[in-house]
């Protein structure tokens, strides 16, 4: 069956460090990766979207990655910030224009 | 700027009564989705629309939860008769795909249900 993992239920860093998140799926073969920040109480916005046969996008202190036969796609946010604490979900869209969501990874940036 | 509407916020019902909750789109938006997202875990969909159509209902249980979109924009969710595990939150999101090149979905601020 399908399934999408997302590397830890909670990450903690150091505000100014790097932030890496990772979205590792099985049997499903994506068109396009999405990430999205969910902040508590509130529905999920939008950041970036990576298509299958991109390596890398880049938006502002964003990165992400999409490895197609690791089956897998790195989130990096550079020079961290207590604003960035939030939970980070990936959503993998097929070309039926299904999505399904991974179960977020909680990120807290220490000041 | 334009935004996803529900309503309510928060609803508070007992088991085997029924609840709805009401999503308002970004206006011009054909896709409409409602998924439930249970505390700790990702949304998972219940529902797509395409304008007034059902594309997709197959993870929605059937037997209490309906959903309709009759004019092609705003739709209601409905469960009779709601059950405890039912409690989780509510999000309803929708996305103009046509001519999109980030398929990026709009969430509304969802409804959190509590059944007791």
């Known amino acids: 069956s399908q399934k999408i993992e997302q590397n830890s239920e909670a990450l903690n860093i150091q505000e100014g460090k790097t932030a890496t998140l990772t979205c590792n799926y099985t049997?499903?073969?994506?068109?396009?990766l999405q990430w999205y920040r969910q902040d508590p109480g509130r529905g999920p916005v939008f950041l970036l979207l990576?298509?299958?046969?991109?390596k890398e996008k880049r938006k502002e202190r964003l990165k992400v990655t999409f490895d197609t036969t690791l089956k897998q796609s790195l989130f990096h946010i550079t020079a961290s910030q207590p604003a960035d604490s939030a939970t980070y979900l990936c959503?993998?869209?097929?070309?039926?224009?299904?999505?399904?969501f991974g179960p977020g990874t909680r990120l807290s940036v220490l000041p | 700027e334009a935004e996803v509407a529900q309503s309510p916020r928060y609803k508070i019902t007992e088991k085997s009564q029924a609840v709805a909750f009401w999503c308002d789109p970004i206006?011009?938006?054909?896709?409409l989705y409602w998924y439930r997202q249970i505390l700790g875990q990702g949304p998972e969909l219940l529902v797509q629309?395409?304008?007034?159509?059902?594309?997709?209902d197959s993870q929605l249980p059937k037997d209490r939860f309906s959903a309709e979109r009759l004019k092609g924009v705003d739709s209601t969710l409905k469960i009779q008769p709601a059950e405890l595990g039912d409690s989780a939150m509510y999000l309803c999101?929708?996305?103009?795909?046509?001519?999109?090149?980030?398929?990026?979905?709009?969430f509304g601020p969802g409804t959190r249900l509590t059944v007791t």
């Open positions: 999101a929708s996305s103009s795909l046509i001519g999109s090149n980030s398929y990026e979905q709009y």
């Open positions: 629309f395409q304008d007034e159509s059902v594309v997709d």
């Open positions: 990576i298509r299958e046969n991109e």
């Open positions: 049997n499903y073969s994506p068109a396009y």
């Open positions: 959503a993998l869209l097929d070309y039926g224009q299904n999505f399904v």
């Open positions: 206006s011009g938006h054909a896709t």
